[in-house]
């Protein structure tokens, strides 16, 4: 089902804009986590976020990443990927400092946090799946098709 749902959510973010750009290409992608058999979105509200940190905190979760490709108004490509990542056990004065510091972070990332500040914060352990997942747009290959439909 999660993996069905972020496939859906990113044919239709490409289909969303189909008409205003019929002939170029358009990348729709989207990226969702799981922990529990609970799915996460991006938290609407600083206590969501805080909640979904707390949630997590010494726990595994999975992120599933997507994108859909339509070229000249014509499915042409999607792929999803996911990767497995240990969150570690932190307290919730720790939660409590990031959020104050990254609340707009906490509110722009599935999970609550991003990967990218994980060397300031020391918040996840990558169990398995690269780094193009867990940015949320599996691209590699995409691009490798349309680099050999340029030969």
């Known amino acids: 089902m999660p ?17 205003e750009y019929p002939n170029e290409i358009i990348i729709g992608s989207d990226q969702i986590l799981i922990c529990k058999n609970k799915i996460f979105d991006k938290a609407l509200t600083i206590k969501q976020a805080k ?3 707390y949630f997590l905190s010494g726990k595994e979760h999975e992120l599933l990443s997507s994108i859909y490709v339509i070229k000249k108004g014509k499915y042409f490509f999607h792929e999803t990927k996911k990767a497995r990542i240990f969150f570690k056990e932190k307290t ?11 609340n707009k972070t906490a509110l722009l990332t599935v999970g ?6 994980n060397k300031k914060f020391n918040f996840v352990k990558i169990l398995s799946g690269d780094k193009e997942v867990i940015l949320g747009i599996p691209i590699k290959n995409f691009l490798k098709k349309m680099y050999k439909e340029k030969k």
């Not at 972020?6 to 969303?16: G, R, T, Y």
Request: no cysteine; charged share 45%.
């Open 3 to 19: 993996k069905k749902l972020v496939e859906i959510l990113s044919k239709k973010k490409a289909e969303s804009v189909l008409k």
């Open 51 to 53: 909640e979904n940190l």
């Open 92 to 102: 919730e004065k720790e939660i409590n400092e990031y959020i104050t510091k990254n």
């Open 112 to 117: 609550a946090y991003k990967i990218e500040e």
